[in-house]
């Protein structure tokens, strides 16, 4: 658990039958990680030490389990005790030195914040993250302080900006809910500092469905991510170095430029060590794949490692041939991807399975939920994220999967629309390379809402007139959430 904690959805836990019930913590616990909880705070006020030490070390099972770290809620003693990843401390706990001194280098602790001051104090002190709130009024909470609202989150956000603290992550607490999530997001968000996620206890431990209610907040925290990744895709003009088919190359630099990106198409790998160093990303498409090709793939793909930038695989027509099978068996045995970006039968190709596939069209036969289950398993296995396109499109980066139904008939009948979605998250994942699983999902929502809104302009007739349309709201997108104009995001589904 050395790479950075995901505060995305922070589940607090509250073992009071006013809220959990009847059921049982760890189960509770563990269907939340399954929905997509990113980081679990236990928190009893009340029980014996012992009894609190005992569900502890049951919950930091679950949590390793899952590759999610486990908090502790004021009790720094059990905290070390069980060895877990670090402590929660409020205004009214010990000192955030004294916990530090306990614990030892390397493990969390993040205090609460209700107001600039104590922010700002907590972060003068090192804390790793900030709780701020109370955002909503709430009944978990008996003494609870101030309620803030989106507007103080805001307030404290801006001050820590201003004071040199934009890198400290922050969550928000109190009264959130699915009902209320993006509101307090994208109202608290400045360009310069947004929340990284909320904390929540009722919304998901009193939820009948603790895995869907986690997996519907997940959703709501990273769509709220999306207006920031395609502004970054805007200001930084990323690379988008496209080894790719002869059929779509004109669009896929025309899709690049529309979001903002700077494509380069080059099939000759001699040019990739250069290209590489220029912070961009590499989309590697099987199209047209030939043995010189091949080559100069693999020969892109090792110099693209080297310099530590994202790799997008697009192994388009992959169960269609003995070729294509052979090539991506070569292809993911010479070096790490990405992003790997198929249909049903290429992702199923890619995972291992025979399938066989007409030509290079897409067909989906799987339910959704074992299109789930297959993206989760191969993102597991490449230790990549994984895209499946198709009505809706499946996410995955092997803990947290995401479903996008954006997207329009359309695309099915023009040429290369797989293609130039594999180039539009390269670009997101070039501009916004902490999080290659919500720079995915940025591109696919993008993506599907340009395609949902051109084909529903008036002068679209079929797939001739949707080619230039959609183009345009690509661009139109761009500059609208350029401006701050986030209406379109309203659409995203
Ligand atoms: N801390 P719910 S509010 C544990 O404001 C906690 O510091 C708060 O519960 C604070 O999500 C709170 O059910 C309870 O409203 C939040
Ligand atoms: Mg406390």
Redesign the pocket.
Known sequence: MASKPDYSVYL?T?STPA?LGAKDLPDVVEASLRGGVTIVQY?DKTGSREDVTVMASKLHRVTQKYGVPLLINDRVDVAVEIGCEGVHI?QDDMELQQARLLLGPGKIIGV?A?SKDEALRACAAGADYL?I??V?S?A??KD?KSIIGPSGVSEILHALHEQGHSSTPTVC?????ASNASTVLSQSASPQKSLDGI?????VIAADDPAAASRQLLSQVICAKIPHIIAAVGDKTPLSHNMTNLVVQNFAANVALSIGASPIMSNYAEEADDLADLGGALVLNMGTVTPEGMKNYIQALRAYNAAERPVVLDPVGAGATSVRRKAVKILLSSGSFTIIKGNQSEIQTVHGATVTQRGVDSASSLSIAQRATLVKSLARQRGCVVLLTGPTDLLSDGRRTVRVDNGHELLGMITGSGCTLGTTVSAMAAAYDTDPLVAAVAGTVMFGIAAETAAGRQHVRGPGSFVPAFLDELYGIRKATARGELGWLALAK
């Open positions: 607090v509250d809220i928190r409020g609460t209700s709780g709130g109370t909503y709430t978990t909470k609870t607490i109190g009264g959130v809910n904390a929540v206890v009722s919304a």
